[in-house]
């Protein structure tokens, strides 16, 4: 009985996941993701965040056999600390590309949202109200209690992969939308979304599972 309860309760704590996939477009002429060496950028200004969620990235694919550095061991700070023109980002793709780069895979907050969920300390309405006193009883004080909202922040992430190699046209080689609900800490909220991303990229057949 105890076994039970515990695999109950693993699978109801892998369930309670805050990053849920949206959507995703993968070119059709892409077969797998299998470059010699990927670039894994995350696009921040919290370096602490960044180097959180490129470390862990950079890992997930090596476990799986791709070849990957983090864009903090790669580019300089000083890169990311201000905007750069076209030209700049076309030189510093010459550059990774001259040091044996033949994909990227680059993540961005493409925007955050706040939404609120309603709270009621009121009985949920069921079979046991079949009285209509009983029932006005429960919830007359709807007319004398505030109700309670909380504001939570949801952030809408874009992970895209490209081909350095390929024509213009046919570079982009897949795009995955997801949102994060909630995020409480930077480690668990990075794995989550690491996580669903591997998974993703698996269930399409992009790269090979572990």
Request: aromatic share 14%; charged share 25%.
């Amino acid at each position: 009985m105890k076994k039970l309860v515990i695999i109950i309760v693993l699978i109801v704590l892998t369930g309670c996941s805050s990053t849920q996939f949206v959507d995703s477009w993968k070119n059709p002429e892409t077969t797998s993701f299998n470059p010699k060496k990927a670039l894994v950028v995350g696009i921040t200004d919290n370096l602490t965040a960044r180097k959180i969620f490129e470390e862990d990235f950079k890992d997930a694919l090596i476990l799986r056999n791709i070849n990957a550095v983090e864009s903090t061991t790669v580019l300089s700070e000083g890169f990311t600390s201000s905007k750069k023109s076209e030209e700049e980002i076309n030189e510093m793709i010459q550059k990774i590309s001259n040091d044996g780069f033949d994909a990227v895979v680059i993540t961005v907050v493409k925007g955050v949202e706040k939404q609120k969920s309603y709270y009621e300390n009121y009985p949920r309405v069921g079979f046991g109200w079949s009285r209509f006193g009983r029932y006005y009883y429960w919830y007359q004080d709807i007319y004398y209690t505030p109700r309670y909202y909380e504001t939570y922040n949801v952030y809408h992430i874009e992970t895209s992969i490209y081909n350095l190699n390929g024509a213009e046209n046919k570079s982009l080689i897949w795009v995955g939308s997801f949102k994060v609900v909630d995020p409480q800490t930077i480690s668990v909220t990075v794995k989550d979304y690491v996580d669903r991303i591997i998974n993703q990229l698996e269930t399409e057949q992009l790269i090979r599972k572990r």
